[in-house]
């Protein structure tokens, strides 16, 4: 299959489980359904460290077919503090800074075309992360202050980079209610969380000055004309062409 834009989810668990329970990669493919193909490249527990290991098979220079567009969302794992034992996903800031950097230089190189975004660190709910976490785990230890220098250096590195961001950080908690609406165990987004990213998300694709633009509503959809296998119209004579329906979506995205 070949022809259509490629956008490709990549990241830790937050991109991983962005296709359940409402889920923003969901809504994303939803959303372009007839625009583009949202490819996931979610792997939960990953860090920037592990996540700059696998760049050159994930995103192959080589390919025939580069990426339109990459989401990526790296940082709440590196932010956990350090385990005694050396082990665990625990990466210092400035090195998660490089590891970001890097991460950047690589998508930017694969083509002209290909636009990068960053997502960064969302904030917590301490007390119902402790609560969800398995027994099974040694202690972890996440606070919203860790999450904001992770999340403060992932946008120091964008502008740096001349990348777009979104600042989930500040973004989910522009809710008031943000702490028991938008996570489903304190960590990872609920419908509600991952609605604040779509919108986020797709103002950035509707003001950023891109060539070819990638909103869905500048975006061409894919067989858009006309058919006598369309559904018939109550007069019986013609059909009626359903390819910009939207009905069935709970929010009317812009």
């Known amino acids: 299959m070949n022809g259509r834009p490629v956008f490709v989810l990549f990241g830790s668990s937050i991109v991983q489980y962005s296709f359940s329970n409402g889920g923003w990669g969901a809504t994303l493919a939803d959303i372009y359904a007839r625009k583009a193909d949202i490819v996931l490249r979610g792997y939960i527990a990953w860090n920037s460290r592990r996540a700059l290991q696998v760049m050159d098979k994930v995103f192959p220079k080589d390919s025939a077919v580069q990426p339109s567009l990459v989401v990526v969302y790296l940082g709440g794992n590196d932010s956990i503090a350090p385990h005694p034992s050396g082990l665990g996903p625990h990466v210092p800031l400035e090195e998660y800074i490089d590891n970001m950097?890097?991460?950047?230089?690589?998508?930017?190189?694969?083509?002209?075309?290909?636009r990068v975004i960053f997502l960064s660190c969302p904030p917590l709910n301490e007390e119902l992360l402790r609560k969800s976490t398995s027994t099974a785990l040694s202690e972890i230890v996440r606070t919203n202050e860790t999450c904001r220098l992770y999340s403060e250096a992932c946008i120091s590195v964008s502008k740096e980079m001349d990348i777009k961001v979104v600042d989930l950080y500040n973004?989910?908690?522009?809710?008031?209610?943000w702490a028991t609406a938008c996570f489903t165990d304190g960590l990872h987004l609920s419908e509600e969380g991952s609605n604040i990213v779509v919108q986020e998300i797709l103002t950035i694709l509707k003001e950023a000055e891109?060539?070819?633009?990638?909103?869905w509503?500048?975006?061409?959809?894919?067989f858009v004309e006309d058919s006598p296998y369309d559904l018939v119209t109550s007069s019986g004579l013609s059909t009626i062409n359903p390819s910009e329906w939207f009905y069935h979506r709970k929010i009317s995205w812009e």
């Open 171 to 177: 973004a989910i908690q522009k809710r008031d209610d």
């Open 217 to 222: 509503k500048a975006m061409p959809t894919e």
């Open 210 to 215: 891109w060539d070819p633009c990638l909103h």
């Open 101 to 114: 950097r890097k991460i950047a230089e690589h998508l930017k190189s694969l083509s002209d075309k290909t």
